[in-house]
């Protein structure tokens, strides 16, 4: 009989355990656990501290008793283990066991970033099960003011869920922006929206000192805190693997193979801690999610069973909901892809949902991020009330598939007034972009103040009314339905045309070019440059 360790009782250890059962019933397998609980649903702990997820208990997917009568595991919490004896095979835990283990299996997670700002002890945090319990303790009915250090996913959850209980809410992230995995004029969308519940959001915000009942600034502003929740990001907990030396990469995670093997062969790491292959350069990268966590786990039960199978690479597909409204997002970002050095198509379209005459259709912001040179599809973004994660999903199937972008053009997606259009917003995507592939020119909001230096006409193609409502400073107005009589007035100037988002503006850019006239169309439109705009003030 052969014996396997998991080290990590939640998403990647437990998926390891089950399917490890499944597959062999013989083995023992025993599963150590740092916290109290195993198995829990942590996407879900910032819904019990609003009382969304009312029960507590539904958190609780699984027990050390459950999993002992139904896979025969051998599961022990609040047991740490503290060393590991490569040489002669045995795990050593903070209870003083010490483990003998055929295989083993890392997988113990992240901890929260905790800089060193005085006052941080003051700070909250939420990953685990004991984590929500002292949150929940802590809002007396003498809290009003909670701020949250940190604009990422889990922190506007929390800011979400403490409005929900009627509570002053401060976000205040370091960076320019929030939801930093997105671009600046995406994040836009959803800071705004935001606001409108209610949340302050500050960004560029560097927190200095935490008191009793506030936060300090760099700038100055003091800022209401009865509680503090630092929700910065998470490090991977790779010093047990360092200390066995396990190699461990730049960036603190546990190197691993295309099978998930550590520098030793018979010890695995998955989840959090270990590094995994970015589906789009191919380079390691850390990405802390449960999808990931728990294929990983799965596939290092299989091989540890005897089956020859490999890991794909990971796209870091991510969505969060905040007050009806969700962001996704799949690959990389534009900023990231213009580090690497990547040749870009970008594409902005705001279409609706569904069918524009069925009741309920809201717009859907989507941003493509596309290899200009190979036509391969680097990342999209998503931000809407309703069809995100149907469309970040489409896109990254694509993705894993191999579809270029061109390819969304022709993709048939489910169509009922009530559900879509008879153009899906992924198809709008693939249509953008082959006009573009086949000479359209497009510009982008962050490349309007160097094309008007060089010697751009900006032309707002859209009505007088909308015009006059509000416009690009610098904008002559000559509408879509005018332009082919008005013509001639551009014909010594190269026109850089803009609608409300892009369509028009591209019926006027194909009808200038079909005259003889250079002319180009803001990417986007005027919506997409308008969402950039609040984010610089």
């Not at 740092?34 to 649903?41: D, I, L, N, R």
């Not at 520098?263 to 995994?276: H, L, Q, R, T, Y």
């Not at 249509?431 to 510009?443: A, H, I, K, P």
Request: charged letters at 25%; hydrophobic letters at 40%.
């Amino acid at each position: 009989m052969t014996t396997t360790v998991i080290v990590g009782g939640v998403a990647g250890g437990m998926s390891t355990a089950a399917r490890l059962r499944r597959r062999d019933e013989e083995m023992e397998i025993i599963v150590l656990e740092a916290s109290g609980y195993v198995s829990f649903a942590n996407c879900g702990l910032p819904y019990h501290v609003s009382g969304v997820i009312p029960d507590r208990q539904s958190l609780l997917l699984q027990t050390p008793e459950s999993l002992a009568a139904r896979f025969n595991l051998d599961v022990r919490v609040n047991t740490r283990a503290v060393d590991i004896d490569r040489e002669n095979r045995i795990v050593t835990t903070d209870t003083g066991d010490a483990i003998g283990y055929d295989h083993l299996v890392l997988s113990p997670g992240a901890s929260p970033v905790i800089p060193p700002i005085p006052g941080i002890e003051r700070a909250l945090h939420l990953r685990t099960v004991e984590d929500v319990d002292t949150v929940i303790a802590a809002l007396s009915e003498d809290v009003t003011s909670v701020a949250i250090i940190g604009g990422g996913f889990i922190g506007l959850e929390l800011a979400e869920n403490m409005r929900h209980r009627d509570l002053e809410v401060t976000v205040i992230e370091r960076a320019p922006q929030i939801l930093t995995p997105m671009d600046e004029e995406m994040a836009a969308i959803v800071e705004g929206h935001l606001v409108d519940n209610g949340v302050r959001i500050i960004t560029n915000g560097d927190t200095t000192d935490i008191g009793p009942d506030s936060l300090s600034l760099s700038d100055g502003r003091v800022i209401p805190a009865d509680l503090v929740i630092a929700s910065i990001g998470v490090r991977p907990n790779s010093e047990l693997a360092a200390k066995a030396g396990l190699a461990v990469g730049e960036r603190g995670g546990i190197k691993v193979d295309d099978q998930q093997r550590t520098s030793d062969p018979v010890i695995f790491a998955v989840g959090d801690a270990a590094e995994k292959a970015d589906a789009v350069s191919g380079e390691d990268t850390l990405v802390p999610l449960a999808q990931t966590a728990n294929r990983h786990g799965r596939l290092v039960a299989d091989i540890i069973t005897g089956r020859d199978t490999r890991r794909t690479s990971t796209l870091g597909t991510a969505i969060v909901g905040l007050f009806g409204m969700a962001a996704g997002s799949v690959g990389w970002n534009e900023r990231h892809a213009r580090a690497a050095g990547r040749n870009l198509r970008v594409i902005h379209v705001h279409p609706v949902d569904h069918a524009g005459y069925y009741p309920g259709a809201e717009t859907l912001h989507l941003k493509l991020m596309v290899d200009a040179d190979t036509d391969a599809i680097l990342g999209a973004q998503a931000v809407g009330e309703a069809g995100v994660d149907k469309r970040i999903d489409v896109i990254a199937t694509a993705m894993r598939g191999g579809l270029t972008a061109t390819d969304l053009a022709d993709l048939e997606l489910a169509y009922a007034p009530q559900f879509g259009s008879a153009k899906d917003p992924v198809n709008f995507l693939g249509y953008v972009n082959d006009n573009m592939v086949n000479g359209e020119r497009t510009v982008q909001w962050h490349e309007l103040e160097d094309a008007v230096a060089a010697g751009w006409k900006l032309v707002d193609v859209r009505t007088p009314g909308e015009f006059a409502a509000d416009t690009i400073p610098g904008s002559v107005n000559i509408p879509v339905d005018d332009l082919r009589g008005r013509a001639e007035e551009l014909r010594d100037a190269k026109s850089l045309v803009f609608c409300r988002v892009g369509l028009r503006g591209h019926v006027a850019a194909s009808l200038l070019d079909n005259l003889g006239i250079e002319a180009a169309n803001l990417d986007g439109g005027f919506m997409t440059w308008e969402h950039a705009q609040a984010t610089r003030g």
